[in-house]
């Protein structure tokens, strides 16, 4: 069977080479594209050591030479506010696109590509928005309560590895202010509040933390029920709720670390105690690189193209 | 003028070299017990290479012979659960005491050694029970917030160093499981949560993470109001009421962390912002070891002998 | 095809999680025994959250029971000391071993596991001497050099990861510790010395350090030479050396990193600067878990099975 | 009596502030200038936290302002190339110079400021050229080797904190480059060697490398002799030879570590081990911003201005 041409548009940022390592690896696709507009013609090794001895390179295509390569779908991982009108381009030229940015999140030309809630409309889609990577992990973690009603409050108190904030060298990344320390940073209005709070019923607050960390997200969710509620009830109707969904694990009696999950497609879910004030705290950990970003984009990637969802991003073979 | 003498039973952890560290450069005490069971005649710099140079030796008198030193007083930084007897029976020798654990928090013996709120008690004590590290962090962040009521709930989402944790190895302090980790733990039943809620109006929530840093708590409070609340009246509320205490500052637009507060008695509070359901964040950062145990301890020693409450704390001279 | 079956005995430490890993991504093989006497029926996932959703649990089986199981290779991924008699009962059996401890580094019972220079050995053996961590990382280093003569000294300055001190809990692997610190160790007197000497001529120095990293290490050589020497014709030399073998890259201009080898089979060899003293600089790294330990042990099985040397280990699908 | 005055030029690096955090607690002066260009008028609080409460501001005065302020020494803690007509300048205005950059380093114009070597021309000198930071470290842990002879070469090899590379984010610096790695640099060619090799006799090398910590330098010292040595004769001449030297200690049987000295003015000084080739490894650990800068500058600054060597720099008060 021939292959699917895919392409990345912004290949040199965090979220790029993270699609093009787990491309590298997916047996249904070719990496045709590597756009980097700084780096066109350098080997991907030089800016990511890891690369080493894969011989990829980045490209510099214009769209129009992209229009005559025949590709199947490509990846925007551009800043916010660059994909708009390329990823309008590259659909009138039969393209699907993913977008990584928040650029089409509220917008009714795109799909929300979160496949745990959408898979059905992603599979369809011409144009999907790939989540936000704060995002994904809360609203993994909350989206089930929908059906329990009696909810006051979600307050997401969140903390992220560094590599959420881009690659670029900056005040916040730079190790001396990092290390042996945590940065709470935009309390109350950061851009993904209304993302989760769009998919929800209830108030909802979010707050971030960058912690001395390269990559993985913790979502603390504490909810504030109405009235008393019934933690094992809670906690099966997660587990049901996730039966069927590969990359979402609801755990036994441990509790979410970013050790479970990183370089990884996985979300795990646990906790679920309540104290006497009817506050409940879910924890819910992804790899905000791979299931907030790269990863997620290749499940819908999947989707869209008619391949197993979960090609490509398993950790082990099918026993 | 003669000096205070003073003296540590449980000198090894790090609580009780904090304690040690400060008192070599305090004027006007001399330490004479330096009681570790296990490490007797050592000299303290083999265990912690910063004390190099000082000469300073753990010793392991018995109370008896504590009895005839004539002290002052007594810091107990044992394990909980190890320090009631040994704190009575140094009181009735005439010894005052302050201990570190949680033995004495909810006790009438003793007075709770929270010197921003209880100074003038603190001062006729003979027993002082060290308030927690979290509870510290997170009584500083919201006990101003009595005066205003109209509070539904208080939910403390806190991050520590891992030296909260002790100084014995373990699977949570190993550097393998912490280092580009967080780890969630007690999520809705620590021991602090009553300490805490002992002294507030309301709901309160509590829940302690671990991240992999060394010293310094960070406490993201989210305080969930009846009805619209002024964010800047509640900081000019916390202004007034920290007036005059030394160890708490009320930043200005930028953040608490880590960084500010690390080896020093400061607690920092920031924040102060709400979002559109009336849910205000407040973020404080104190050094566990030091505000959170051994630094506020010295303080509360500093009132009981009748010194300057912020001497051996302060990081500058007086200008 | 049927799949050969292995077994791994001491699989609940670092080697052991690693090998089981990358067994169960590896395609020609299927994991019939691990072997771990404190965990026996524990979920891996229970100990290594990494493992979640992969169902594999540790088991305890005995030699005779192992016997039965018409196992075609074992690893023994066990303290020194342990591994002589449960080898020679199990080569016995008929199971071809596989030792990653020190104990058959120095017998002419095995051969010494380092496939870049015993391939055609290893590919006859019963029982193969996985090599040391720091050992592999040295003789990569220096080997080839054994063409070039008028060598005085090698001198091996290391520094690796702390999972290489193992996962027991300890003062050397304590956060506390080892976070913004480095630690020296066995200055003169490793027991890698002798296990990296034996391959070389000349005077051989070695020197580990611990730093604050979880897996890699780095090694940094300094060979003094008797006389001037032409540093691009020792790394066309090294070119030369390991053109044929998949896993040792000879980096252009940049140097060797941990982040280039982490979680790989992979060793990145660079440098080659010479100062006025004849004093050359090369650096390779490997992560000590995976070339340094159970990579290299997989690599090994792949020859002594049969199998292609690369199956199981590359990072990529071959294009 | 009257303070001395001082002021620093270059205050907002990690060696500026390290300056003025140690003169808010010397009390033999005060600091009357804090240029930093870029940040006048700001609180030194917003760009580093822990100053939060000292009130101290950034000014910015031209260095004829300066010269009307009566002041006894200025520091230079600017960039390598800036500090050279600068320090001209003001020795003419009758104003001591310690210059922190390496501008001065091989000028008969300064003095070399290692008081441990040089103690006497300090004390006359009006412009001293603080040394490197890796300069301090090699230096202490070589030079009383002079007197033994028979050296044939010394091979520094040098791990250090990443505050080294300064304050501007950069790809070193970066959290993300940075952490779980180790990067060597400059294998062969620092400009620290030519720095070191001028008070050595034989032949000198030197490579540097940035581990994942802020503060701290470890140097690593291969000594190849010519033939066998006595390693207790070599400790017994260190001890000797720094036996009046405060900030020098030599340990006893533990090996130097950062969290010895990292925060102080302190040299730990250990291992003195030998192998069978004649190769001594000797330990030292410095911080590279006290010792290695800002506080080698103090103890500079005391012996020009007659105060007691260790004012402002010890850790402890004295007994």
Chains 1, 2, 3, 4 share one sequence.
């Not at 509620?229 to 979402?248: I, P, T």
């Not at 906790?271 to 819910?284: A, P, Y």
């Amino acid at each position: 069977m021939s292959l699917a041409k895919v392409g990345i548009i912004g290949a040199s940022g965090f979220t790029g080479k993270t699609l093009a390592g787990i491309l590298l690896g997916h047996k249904s696709v070719e990496l045709q594209v590597l756009n980097s507009e700084s780096n066109e013609g350098k080997l991907v090794s030089e800016i990511y050591p890891e690369f080493t001895g894969s011989g990829l390179k980045f490209t510099n295509y214009s769209l129009d030479e992209i229009g005559k390569k025949n590709l199947n779908l490509v990846f925007l991982a551009m800043p916010d506010g660059n994909a708009k009108n390329i990823a309008i381009e590259l659909i009138e030229k039969g393209i699907k696109v993913i977008d990584l940015s928040k650029d089409f999140r509220f917008s009714e030309k795109a799909v929300y590509g979160l496949p745990e809630f959408f898979s059905e409309e992603i599979k369809k889609a011409k144009l999907v928005a790939n989540p936000g990577c704060y995002a994904t992990a809360c609203l993994l973690a909350s989206k089930p309560l929908d059906e329990t009603g009696g909810i006051k409050h979600f307050i997401f108190d969140c903390k992220s590895g560094v590599s959420g904030a881009g690659k670029k060298p900056s005040n916040v990344n730079n190790f001396n202010s990092l290390s042996e320390n945590i940065l709470a940073y935009k309390l109350t209005n950061h851009k993904h509040l209304p993302e989760i709070g769009q998919f929800l019923k209830g108030n909802v607050s979010f707050t971030p933390h960058v912690i001395p960390a390269i990559q993985g997200i913790m979502c603390t969710l504490h909810v504030i029920f109405e009235k008393k509620v019934d933690a094992k009830e809670v906690k099966k109707l997660y587990e049901k709720f996730y039966s069927e969904k590969e990359f979402v694990k609801i755990l036994g009696s441990s509790l979410p670390e970013l050790h479970g999950v990183q370089k990884s497609n996985y979300c795990h879910i646990g906790g679920f105690e309540v104290d006497e004030s009817n506050q409940m705290v879910i924890v819910s950990t992804i790899d905000n690189l791979f299931k907030g970003a790269a990863g997620q984009a290749i499940q819908n990637m999947n989707l869209m193209l008619g391949f197993n969802e979960n090609e490509g991003l398993l950790k082990w073979k099918k026993n």
